[in-house]
């Protein structure tokens, strides 16, 4: 009669003479994150709808950040208050793209910016600035077209509604803004930014507290965000404030 005989337990790997054992939790941690990018890369280039408007890239609601290099910004006085001003630099992803996402090298955009430009003198040469806006893409060229989608009097119109828009909205009453945050007390406005609202309710606004300009705050999943601004309860209050002033 033959007896069974068990086969020797296979010997786990060592690393310097200590056993190592494969974390399957790991493993599949890192197997989600691909299986994420793969989906992101997938997803990029796919056809999506936004109110009625076809369109692909990014899904609306994600984000973009960037790192600028040293760029060279000049500026050319035409009136007491109005300038002329130029900008031009390499900006770089913070991160990397999905492997397969995103247009081909040598595709261009053509771009509209409205945007807050706050500025703080440091010194007899040097300024904090920082800007909180909004940019419109009036056009783009793809790498392998001479022409760009829209011609260049389209483009005009479309810039026009654009800027009608917004003026609408800005002779529209905003929502007033009254509160105390650790012991100051804040009076300004919110102007909703009207292509975030849908029946009644706003996503984003335009914030002007104490004759200054804070930038847009975002409604969030948990909360509201402001960029630029590291206190959340701050933030969180102007939130409430809006809240609390929007018609119920």
């Known amino acids: 009669m033959k007896t069974a005989t ?18 399957p939790v790991k493993k599949s941690a890192v197997a989600q994150k ?3 990018k793969e989906d992101l890369s997938k997803t990029y280039n796919e056809f999506k709808e936004f109110e009625g408007q076809q369109y ?4 609306i609601g994600r984000s ?14 035409i009136t007491p208050d ?19 996402s995103g247009v081909p ?13 706050n500025v703080r003198k440091l010194n007899a040469n040097d300024y904090t ?21 829209l011609s260049g009097k389209t483009q005009r119109k479309h810039l026009i509604e654009f800027l009608q828009e917004m003026i609408a909205q800005l002779e529209k009453e905003p929502a007033p803004l009254d509160f105390t945050y650790n012991e100051n007390h804040y009076l300004g406005e919110a102007i909703p930014i009207g292509q975030t609202c849908h029946d009644g309710l706003c996503e984003e606004y335009d914030i002007i507290l104490n004759d200054a300009s804070m930038g847009i705050i975002r409604r969030m999943k948990k909360g509201w965000k402001i960029d630029g601004i590291e206190d959340k309860k701050f933030v969180d209050a ?4 809006i809240v609390e002033s929007s018609p119920k």
Request: aromatic fraction near 10%; avoid cysteine; glycine fraction near 10%.
């Open 56 to 59: 692909t890239g990014m899904t």
């Open 129 to 149: 600035t920082s800007l909180a806006g909004l940019k419109l893409k009036l056009a783009h060229k793809r790498a392998d077209k001479e022409k760009w989608s």
């Open 82 to 100: 109005l300038w002329e001003i130029s900008y031009a630099v390499t900006k770089r992803r913070a991160g990397h793209a999905p492997e397969g």
């Open 34 to 36: 691909k299986a994420v």
């Open 64 to 77: 973009h950040k960037w790192n600028y290099d040293a760029g060279v910004w000049k500026e050319t006085k």
């Open 105 to 117: 090298v040598g595709t261009e955009y053509h771009w509209y910016i409205m945007a807050h430009q």
């Open 238 to 241: 102007i939130g409430n404030a």
């Open 6 to 23: 068990k086969k020797p337990a296979a010997k786990k790997a060592t690393k310097g003479g200590t056993a190592v054992t494969k974390n």
